[in-house]
């Protein structure tokens, strides 16, 4: 089956955090503190993938509450942080949320995704993940992780299925 043909069956979509919501950079101050920075495109797209009823769920390794206090103010509600074991994450939401993996996109860019690839039933990367993950991947985005590459695969699946320009889009 082609690409943009999995894209119809696509109900839910799981993210990494750092390296495909953020760029991966992580800015560290004397005190300890550590920042990350968020791309404006990809959060007008995850806002409106949960308007139009999509599941929305980030699974990350890393434990800053940031984190979730963006992702919430975006709407989406399934926030894991500091998850040793994404698969088994990823199998209880899956459970929670009453959802068959074949209808989830995951976009994952290290090797902590790898487990999920093979999981979910479209695995897709942003252009700057590791050589593994690309070659676990369905679909490559042309965008590096942080710059837009979940605008880039939440816009398609929503296009594809014809929720892109409703009238949820004009609201933020």
Not at 5 to 17: E, G, N, P, S
Not at 105 to 112: E, K, N, R, S, V
């Amino acid at each position: 089956m082609a690409f943009l043909d999995k894209l119809h069956d696509i109900k839910a979509f799981v993210f990494d955090v750092d390296g495909v919501l953020t760029n991966g950079d992580v800015y560290v101050t004397d005190k300890g503190d550590h920042f990350r920075q968020f791309n404006i495109k990809d959060g007008y797209a995850l806002q409106l993938a949960v308007k139009c009823g999509y599941k929305v769920c980030a699974i990350s390794g890393a434990g800053a509450e940031a984190i979730r206090v963006r992702l919430n103010n975006l709407g989406v509600e399934d926030v894991y942080l500091s998850s040793k074991d994404k698969p088994e994450v990823f199998h209880n939401w899956l459970q929670e949320n009453q959802l068959d993996a074949t209808h989830v996109l995951f976009m994952g860019d290290d090797i902590p995704d790898l487990g999920l690839m093979g999981l979910a039933g479209l695995p897709v990367c942003p252009a700057d993940a590791v050589e593994e993950i690309k070659a676990a991947s369905q679909y490559i985005s042309p965008i590096p992780g942080g710059k837009g590459c979940v605008r880039d695969v939440i816009e398609k699946v929503m296009k594809v299925q014809g929720n892109w320009m409703g009238a949820e889009a004009y609201s933020w």
